[in-house]
């Protein structure tokens, strides 16, 4: 699993900031997933990408938050004017396709302060 | 809906012991993977096993054994020996088949933090 990569491991904004979640996954998988992990909670599922087109995005919140995996790069997870409740761990995972397979990166944690 | 059971918040044990994380879950799925992950205090996650549906052959590798039960809806683990290196928060997830379209949408457990002893 070392092969996802995000970045940056660790962020801190200021409320009203944006933050921009990178990550680069496993060489040859075209999926990713994004969770995020509130303090002392499991991980929740936000969205389910594939290059250029968003699969499944029931997890995520209805504002602030987008997500992207374009052709080029790497899939980035956006939140805008973050507030002290976006503080969390957010984990990517990749997959090569159709496959329970599910590899996570390092995550990034965010704090807001 | 999916959902993942991890009734065990906290367990603390003492070097040596033998240990099994309860994890029980619900689907309305006939074709389903089960998971665990670990996560150490360095944060990263750490797959464990992936079972499916079909396979209900316990499994053993190393100090780790998983006991699949489709009767019970339960997927516990047993770590043999514990050690030091083994505290860490532990996960049960259950990945969806909608389709085919969902593999890697992953229902977690709250997670069981276990702490050994020295």
């Known amino acids: 699993n070392a092969g996802v990569m995000q970045n940056p491991r660790h962020l801190v904004r200021r409320r009203g900031q944006e933050a921009r979640l990178r990550c680069s996954p496993m060489?040859?998988?075209?999926?990713v997933y994004w969770y995020r992990q509130l303090p002392e909670e499991g991980l929740k599922f936000m969205v389910y990408l594939q290059k250029e087109n968003i699969i499944d995005e029931s997890g995520m919140p209805k504002e602030r938050f987008s997500a992207e995996f374009p052709k080029e790069g790497p899939s980035i997870l956006r939140i805008q004017q973050v507030v002290r409740g976006d503080s969390a761990a957010y984990f990517c995972a990749s997959s090569p396709g159709w496959n329970p397979e599910a590899f996570f990166g390092q995550g990034t944690r965010l704090t807001v302060v | 809906a999916q959902k993942v059971t991890q009734a065990q918040t906290e367990i603390s044990v003492v070097e040596k012991e033998d240990v099994t994380l309860d994890c029980v879950y619900e689907t309305r799925d006939t074709t389903y993977y089960l998971f665990w992950y670990k996560q150490p205090p360095s944060g990263e996650l750490v797959f464990l096993i992936r079972r499916n549906s079909f396979d209900e052959q316990n499994e053993i590798s190393g100090r780790y054994s998983w006991n699949f039960q489709k009767s019970t809806s339960s997927f516990n683990f047993t770590i043999t020996a514990s050690q030091v290196v083994d505290s860490a928060v532990y996960f049960c997830?259950?990945?969806?088949?909608?389709?085919?379209?969902?593999?890697?949408?992953?229902?977690f457990g709250q997670g069981t933090i276990l702490t050994v002893h020295p």
């Open positions: 997830a259950l990945s969806q088949d909608a389709g085919g379209t969902s593999y890697g949408k992953l229902t």
């Open positions: 060489k040859g998988h075209s999926h």
